[in-house]
């Protein structure tokens, strides 16, 4: 596919005396259409030339050779260079490259020979999956695919909650009370018997002291206590499968907190050989003050290892593993700090600083309920798998009044309910805490993941009726240089780059509002123009492009994981 904007650098580099590259990297896709497709700003050449902007554009538009086939006129506007692309060119160029990969369209080996570690979801065993959990899962699932599509060699691990000292309570509990509970709903008898523990280790010294050792037990791999927590680990996957089935989630490796257990010692011996580990009130720590943070804990006065210390296990132990070139941690603000000192800490782990740099806290925020309407709350606790079904109950039922003949109802429900959820959480920047609110997520008219589904239908429609695709040689360019059918062009032509941008700044946003702005393209060209009309190249033009937004609608819901219904 051409690259426009660096055909254009490369015509303005014939003028000045600048590497094409410098000069791309200045250039911007102005936001008003009447700026032109492109626009270099000349502000920084004016500093080094020592002459005014607008007289240096208009020296390099005036040097500019416009016979070639690219840019159809520049402009000076005010110190910035406004450039106009040739339309048909455009169009050419997207409609062969689409001919050539198709359903691949976007695909790149870009990536090619990094290694992406992408950590997400890693909810905790035995405690409930909440919604924070269902936003890491959700955003670590959209950048995974992402980056995987751009030819990274991407790892997803859910690095599981799996130990620590709450682990000994666990058993302890389970060894006490087990047979008086069914199971059926794994989580809440586990939190019951948590509760149940917990309250007898405050009344009786001695049981929080047998809860001690249990764990110790377990930290030395005895038989019983490793059993146990083996039972407690697989009663909570089960629970927690539930959810990551409905959402088709996988992972490639499940190594959490436990799996680390073994690995600490060398963190510790590693540590200690800086001569910064440091006693403190029978603790190892590292005091990080000179870094303006709060010291970060290694050891605990009785020698257990906490959170922090399984972290930087799983720091090493990955470089070797993975020699990764980005490990990404999808896991919220809360755990900022935490972060921010294992990052720093990890510096003293003797790693190349490559991993170093490679590591990234990817932090999102909060969840609000809009009160009064959540049907699933038990306190404050949303079970998200009872909210997972109420998105499908509820999007069969708007589905029932539009549409009371479809067939597989069921299916294009969950489709439909789970989609919404979907683009819901990764409709805005990350950051920004999110508003649950069912009216907006499942309104088809608005900003939502099932206003994307129905645009999709709508093309499919369009092309089960024509009941052919036609040939892209045969398209011609010149039926689609109206504003309506060259925005969707745009938009097509930028889908690769979307990509990227969403792995530069670990944003699934991005392709969230591009899918919602193609959607709407498409929607007003559709409204204003007849696609299946008799003149053969009119409708051939309409319907090439429809199969394209067609396709791009399906692989940028794909990536986000939001599936696509074929009628709805
Ligand atoms: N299990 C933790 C929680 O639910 C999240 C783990 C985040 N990942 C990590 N490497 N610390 O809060």
Redesign the pocket.
Known sequence: MIDFKEEIAKEIAKTIDLDYMEIEKLIEIPKEKNMGDYAYPCFKLAKVLKKAPQIIAEEIKSKIDLSGNLIDKIENAGGYLNFYIKKEELIKTVIEEFNLKKEEYGKSDFGKNKNIIV?YS???IA?PFHI??LR?TLIGNALYNTYKYLGYNTIGIN???DYGTQFGKMIEGYKRWSEEYTFKNPIDDLMNIYVRINELCKEDEKVLEICRENFKKLEEHQEYEVSLWQKLKELSLKEFYKIYDLLDIKFDSLNG?AFYSDKMQEVIEKLESTGKLIESQGAKIIDLEDKGMPPCMICKSNGSSI?AT??LA?ILYRSREYDFDKCL?V??YE?NL??KQIFEVAKLLDIDEKYINGLEHVSYGMVHLKTGKMSTREGNVVKVEDLLNEAIERAGKILEEKNPNIENKEEIAKKVGIGAIIFNDLANSRIKDEIFDWDIILNFQGETGPYIQYMYVRTKSILQNANFVPDAKEIDVNILLDEDAINIIKNIYSFEDILKAVTDKNEPYILSRYLIELAKNYSVFYNNNKILVDDKDIANARLYLTYMTNIILLKGAELLGIKMPEKM
Do not use: C, I, M
């Open positions: 950590e890693s909810p905790n405690k924070g959990h890491t690095h599981l909650g907190e959170y399984r972290d799983a941690y896991v919220a755990q935490h972060f």
